[in-house]
């Protein structure tokens, strides 16, 4: 396989991209399609919209504290030791989620099974293995990679609406346990490496070392030599402390929006299945501008990016404001446009940006913590949504909060400054 991509003058790194690509296709649209599957359940248990909604917070609730574990095992061990176990623990959770007859339940299979599973296949695993594979073009590869949570959504929720009301969501959880295991388990076994060293190659392709790679090394991490951040250095960076902000913020945000607008929708008179399709285009729209904010940002920095991209989601939040008074249907459309321009700046500059500030030995266990501040960040976001609707029986408030976190979380990654890369020398 080497040989022939070498020969046709392929960079093995793209392939990796691509796996992570289809891998966070998974992770997100999973995640995304709880969306419709929250509307299938409240219909068929009688469950408050804040109880419910607390089902995805328990998910990332899980993944805040598998995160820095599932990251700090990656540098210990390799990702394929880590992700294809997880894969499995994955396909476990929904099946059992076709199972479940009470709230409880779904906290257990969905919160905690599947939360756990889906962390292998995140971007938690793969910002450190593209780290490893990008230097000059870090935001392109990480824009195409993580466009596939976009993709995801698109796919898995229109197909999740559409799945159950032919079959039921019992069946549909139990389809997706199966796709996950036929397709993630195989492509990672056969073809994930951890860095290009261990094929006879360097970052971006440019160059070949002359040496043949030790065939042991492939899944045991890097020690660059003469830089290097510890993680006592990490916790008293003010710069990590910013990153992990906006990075929080951002997602706080973005569950709102992403837990709550299938419903939101179709309180506002739209079909089930049209509600569905306008979730999945603004993934698919997302997917294009993480490529795009991806490869920007590698011209004209990551702070400027982000800036950009949260205007477009302020704007699309700023759209169903305006739905909630008017009822005009163009505001639906404005959403999609805008809202999901905005989505797609945030995993790339979340990957380019911690990359960039400290890619390093410990990098896994590092980005892990980030993530975990993320968790905790879309927790609070899907649940706090739940709860304002319960309280004022409107979406209103919650809207205006994912606007002042999409604002703040600027302030953040400007301070958090990834132009700014000086990792800390260590004897």
Same mark, same amino acid.
């Given at each position: 396989?080497?040989?022939?991509?070498?020969?046709?003058?392929?960079?093995?790194?793209?392939?990796?991209?691509?796996?992570?690509?289809?891998?966070? @296709?998974?992770?997100? #649209? +999973?995640?995304?399609?709880? /969306?419709?599957?929250?509307?299938? $359940? *409240?219909?068929? !248990? &009688?469950?408050?919209?804040?109880?419910?909604?607390?089902?995805?917070?328990?998910?990332?609730?899980?993944?805040?504290?598998?995160?820095?574990?599932?990251?700090?095992?990656?540098?210990?061990?390799?990702?394929?030791?880590?992700?294809?176990?997880?894969?499995?623990?994955?396909?476990?959770?929904?099946?059992?989620?076709?199972?479940?007859?009470?709230?409880?339940?779904?906290?257990?299979?969905?919160?905690?099974?599947?939360?756990?599973?889906?962390?292998?296949?995140?971007?938690?695993?793969?910002?450190?293995?593209?780290?490893?594979?990008?230097?000059?073009?870090? @935001?392109?590869?990480? #824009? +195409?990679?993580?466009?596939? /949570?976009?993709?995801?959504?698109? $796919? *898995?929720?229109? !197909? &999740?609406?559409?799945?159950?009301?032919?079959?039921?969501?019992?069946?549909?959880?139990?389809?997706?346990?199966?796709?996950?295991?036929?397709?993630?388990?195989?492509?990672?076994?056969?073809?994930?490496?951890?860095?290009?060293?261990?094929?006879?190659?360097?970052?971006?392709?440019?160059?070949?070392?002359?040496?043949?790679?030790?065939?042991?090394?492939?899944?045991?991490?890097?020690?660059?030599?003469?830089?290097?951040?510890?993680?006592?250095?990490?916790?008293?960076?003010?710069?990590?402390?910013?990153?992990?902000?906006?990075?929080?913020?951002?997602?706080? @945000?973005?569950?709102?929006?992403?837990?709550?607008?299938?419903?939101?929708?179709?309180?506002?008179?739209?079909?089930?299945?049209?509600?569905?399709?306008?979730?999945?285009?603004?993934?698919?729209?997302?997917?294009?501008?993480?490529?795009?904010?991806?490869?920007?940002?590698?011209?004209?920095?990551?702070?400027?990016?982000?800036?950009?991209?949260?205007?477009?989601?302020?704007?699309?939040?700023?759209?169903?404001?305006?739905?909630?008074?008017?009822?005009?249907?163009?505001?639906?459309?404005?959403?999609?446009?805008?809202?999901?321009?905005?989505?797609?700046?945030?995993?790339?500059?979340?990957?380019?940006?911690?990359?960039?500030?400290?890619?390093?030995?410990?990098?896994?266990?590092?980005?892990?913590?980030?993530?975990?501040?993320?968790?905790?960040?879309?927790?609070?976001?899907?649940?706090?949504?739940?709860?304002?609707?319960?309280?004022?029986?409107?979406?209103?408030?919650?809207?205006?909060?994912?606007?002042?976190?999409?604002?703040?979380?600027?302030?953040?990654?400007?301070?958090?400054?990834?132009?700014?890369?000086?990792?800390?020398?260590?004897?």
């Amino acid at each position: 396989m080497n040989s022939v991509l070498q020969s046709r003058r392929i960079y093995y790194g793209w392939v990796i991209v691509g796996i992570g690509l289809l891998s966070m @296709g998974f992770w997100f #649209g +999973i995640r995304a399609t709880f /969306s419709v599957f929250y509307v299938a $359940l *409240l219909e068929e !248990f &009688s469950w408050g919209r804040g109880e419910s909604a607390g089902v995805q917070s328990a998910a990332l609730i899980t993944y805040t504290f598998m995160a820095p574990f599932i990251g700090g095992l990656i540098d210990r061990y390799g990702p394929r030791r880590i992700i294809l176990p997880g894969i499995v623990i994955l396909s476990l959770g929904l099946a059992l989620c076709a199972s479940v007859n009470s709230l409880a339940q779904f906290y257990l299979f969905y919160g905690v099974v599947v939360g756990a599973g889906v962390t292998s296949i995140s971007i938690v695993s793969y910002t450190p293995i593209l780290a490893h594979w990008f230097e000059k073009k870090r @935001g392109l590869a990480s #824009g +195409i990679a993580v466009s596939g /949570s976009g993709l995801g959504t698109f $796919l *898995l929720v229109p !197909f &999740s609406q559409y799945f159950i009301i032919q079959w039921g969501w019992r069946s549909t959880f139990l389809a997706w346990g199966v796709l996950v295991f036929i397709i993630l388990f195989p492509v990672t076994l056969l073809f994930l490496r951890y860095r290009p060293q261990d094929m006879g190659l360097l970052p971006d392709g440019l160059q070949k070392p002359l040496q043949k790679p030790d065939v042991q090394s492939e899944e045991r991490a890097p020690s660059p030599p003469g830089r290097e951040w510890t993680l006592r250095h990490v916790i008293k960076s003010g710069r990590f402390w910013c990153l992990v902000a906006f990075t929080a913020l951002s997602l706080v @945000g973005v569950y709102i929006i992403f837990v709550h607008s299938v419903r939101f929708l179709v309180d506002m008179g739209v079909d089930k299945m049209k509600a569905a399709y306008i979730l999945a285009l603004v993934g698919i729209i997302s997917s294009l501008f993480r490529i795009f904010w991806g490869g920007i940002s590698d011209r004209i920095g990551r702070e400027i990016t982000f800036t950009m991209g949260m205007f477009c989601a302020c704007m699309g939040v700023l759209s169903l404001i305006l739905l909630i008074h008017t009822m005009e249907p163009w505001c639906v459309y404005v959403f999609m446009g805008f809202f999901g321009a905005g989505w797609g700046a945030t995993a790339p500059m979340f990957m380019a940006a911690a990359t960039d500030i400290f890619k390093g030995r410990i990098f896994g266990l590092i980005y892990g913590i980030v993530e975990a501040g993320i968790g905790i960040a879309g927790a609070f976001g899907s649940w706090i949504g739940g709860f304002v609707y319960d309280r004022t029986q409107s979406y209103q408030w919650a809207f205006v909060i994912a606007f002042a976190a999409f604002a703040l979380a600027c302030f953040f990654m400007w301070f958090a400054a990834p132009r700014k890369s000086n990792p800390i020398k260590t004897p």
